[in-house]
C-alpha cells in the first residue's frame, strides 16, 4: 500500500533534512526543494548544487539524478543487476524527460536557460544547457547566467510543487 501523496512529502522533507555530504554540509537552501520535489515523483537523487558566483567556485544549478546501486562489490560484473539498474535509471530519466516536456509545453526562455540532460555514470544530472560553458563566461556573463539558471530551476520547481498538489489532491477527491 502506498503512502498517501501528503505523508510521503512530509516523510522526503525529514529526510532530506538529515542529510549532509562528506565533509558534514547539509543540502543548500537555494536547491533543497528541488531535490525534495524531484525525489516526491520517486526521482532518486544523489547530489546536488544550488549554483555559485564566488571566486574558487563558479558554477550552475544541478541535480544528480541516480538510481540505487547494489551494495555488493563488483556488481557492474553482474548482468542482472547492472541491467536492473540502468533499467531504474532509464525509469527516472523518461519521468524527468516526461516533466520536463510538460513544463516547457507553453514556456519560453532562453535556449541555454532550457533545462536538460547530462549522463553520468549510471545517472544523469538535470541542469540548465547553458551549464557546460558557464565556466568559460566573463564574470558579467556567469553573473547574468547564474540568476537566469537558478530562477529557471526554482520555476521548475514550483512546476513540480504545483503539479504534486494536484495529485494530492485528486487523491483526496478519489477516496
Known sequence: MALPL?????????????????????IEQGIKETV???????????????????EDQKT???????????QTDGWWGDEGLR???VKESQGMRKKSMDLLAEFYKDRKVPYDAIIGFKGVGYGFKIQSIGADIFETLDPKG??????????????????????????????EIGK
Open 6 to 26: 501528503n505523508k510521503k512529502l512530509k516523510d522526503i522533507r525529514e529526510r532530506i533534512e538529515g542529510i549532509t555530504d562528506k565533509l558534514g554540509k547539509p
Open 36 to 54: 525534495v520535489m524531484l525525489n516526491a515523483f520517486d526521482i532518486k537523487t544523489s547530489q546536488s548544487c544550488e549554483g555559485h558566483f564566488e
Open 60 to 70: 550552475a544549478p544541478w541535480v544528480l539524478i541516480h538510481p540505487e546501486e547494489p
Open 83 to 85: 541491467e536492473k539498474v
Open 142 to 171: 556567469q553573473q547574468e547566467k547564474l540568476s537566469a539558471y537558478k530562477k529557471e530551476m526554482g520555476e521548475f520547481t514550483a512546476f513540480l510543487g504545483k503539479k504534486y498538489q494536484g495529485r494530492m489532491h485528486a487523491e
